[in-house]
């Protein structure tokens, strides 16, 4: 496969695992710092089982590290410039001015 096929194909997942409002939400709490399964089957308000699998496409598109600690796991994101993508989304998204920079 091409490299400039497989980046593009790389990116997509990370964009994918973004996609959904219950991820974008996990995203957003775990900007302030990790959290535990538990902590955010809570806060999605969904079942243990479909938190999970957003976590797992998450961790698989390389959004989010994850640690066992004990009989929990800890989620954290990968990389710190996610807050800074996100306000760059929300002006696309408001309709804000469009310019070439955010």
């Given amino acids: 496969m091409p490299a400039a096929k497989k980046s593009h194909e790389d990116r997509a997942a990370v964009i994918k695992a973004l996609g959904h409002p219950s991820r974008l939400l996990i995203a957003e709490a775990l900007m302030t710092g990790e959290m535990c399964v538990c902590d955010l ?27 066992k600690r004990g009989l929990n796991i800890y989620y954290s994101l990968a990389c710190d410039c996610l807050g800074e993508f996100l306000r760059c989304v929300d002006k696309l998204a408001c309709g804000g001015k469009k310019t070439k920079c955010c």
């Fill in 41 to 67: 089957k809570d806060l999605v308000g969904a079942d243990m089982s479909t938190v999970s699998k957003h976590l797992t496409l998450m961790r698989e598109a390389g959004v989010l590290n994850c640690e």
